[in-house]
């Protein structure tokens, strides 16, 4: 990780669970710094360590305890918030950005920041959010738009994972698709015996035709891999054999 990895604050947080959340969350998408203002009491046989899987280890024993004054002082500040202005009449909740638009901008700034999170009630307080230097707010259901602060953490904190694992993690832990699609020859394969089958099914050829266009465009979308294919030829093929054409009309 960065040694300018953005730090994860949390101001007087009131479950020990969330911070367990948050810490885990922390661990999951490369983020080590938490700290927390007025924290409760955390054991640990408390639920923050029970909820906070490997991060037990190293993200929630090493947090330090901190004030909001100092975070204020030594950080570039970003408070999040659920509740936003809608225009530039006021300043305290707008502008604002996404978690998403956070890190593009702040990959483009080599500068200490502090991701500042606030109570699971009431958030942070307009006089707090004041001090601090940029607002985010993650878009959700305009009814419903408060997220648990455990939840609210999770999301933000994979939004910004770029900034701590590097722009390469976007396909280091998913398949790569080129890599694993079946080969050309072998989809053709499919078709073929794909269209056995109709042929056997379906004297129409305007139908078949049809039929055949959609297979193509769905298989096309889907990027079969090779055992995928070869289940599916198998599959037709089998049924081309135990399907007698039908008989035609006197």
């Known amino acids: 990780m960065s040694a300018d990895?953005?730090?994860?604050?949390v101001v007087e947080p009131e479950t020990p669970g969330n911070v367990g959340t948050i810490a885990r969350a922390m661990k999951n998408f490369g983020f080590s710094d938490l700290k927390l203002v007025d924290p409760p009491a955390m054991t640990r046989d408390s639920e923050a360590y029970g909820f906070a899987g490997h991060a037990r280890e190293d993200v929630l024993p090493n947090a330090d305890e901190v004030t909001f004054d100092h975070v204020v002082e030594q950080y570039h500040t970003v408070g999040f918030t659920a509740i936003t202005n809608e225009d530039a009449r006021r300043h305290v909740r707008f502008p604002f950005r996404t978690p998403r638009e956070l890190a593009d901008s702040l990959a483009r700034v080599e500068t200490q920041t502090a991701l500042v999170f606030g109570r699971e009630?009431?958030?942070?307080s307009n006089e707090e959010l004041e001090r601090l230097d940029e607002v985010c707010s993650i878009p959700a259901s305009e009814e419903y738009p408060v997220l648990n602060l455990g939840q609210a953490a999770t999301v933000a904190l994979y939004e910004l994972r770029t900034l701590t694992l590097g722009a390469g993690v976007e396909n280091t832990q998913l398949p790569d698709v080129e890599r694993e699609r079946a080969d050309e020859a072998d989809i053709e394969r499919f078709y073929d015996f794909f269209e056995t089958f109709l042929t056997q099914l379906e004297h129409r050829e305007h139908k078949r035709e049809k039929t055949m266009r959609m297979v193509r465009r769905l298989l096309g979308r889907a990027h079969p891999t090779d055992r995928e294919v070869t289940t599916l030829t198998g599959l037709f093929?089998?049924?081309s054999e135990?399907?007698?054409?039908?008989?035609k009309p006197r």
Do not use: D, I
């Not at 990895?5 to 604050?9: L, M, N, Y």
């Open 237 to 239: 093929r089998k049924a």
């Open 242 to 247: 135990r399907v007698q054409p039908p008989e």
């Open 121 to 124: 009630g009431t958030g942070l």
């Open 5 to 9: 990895a953005p730090v994860v604050v």
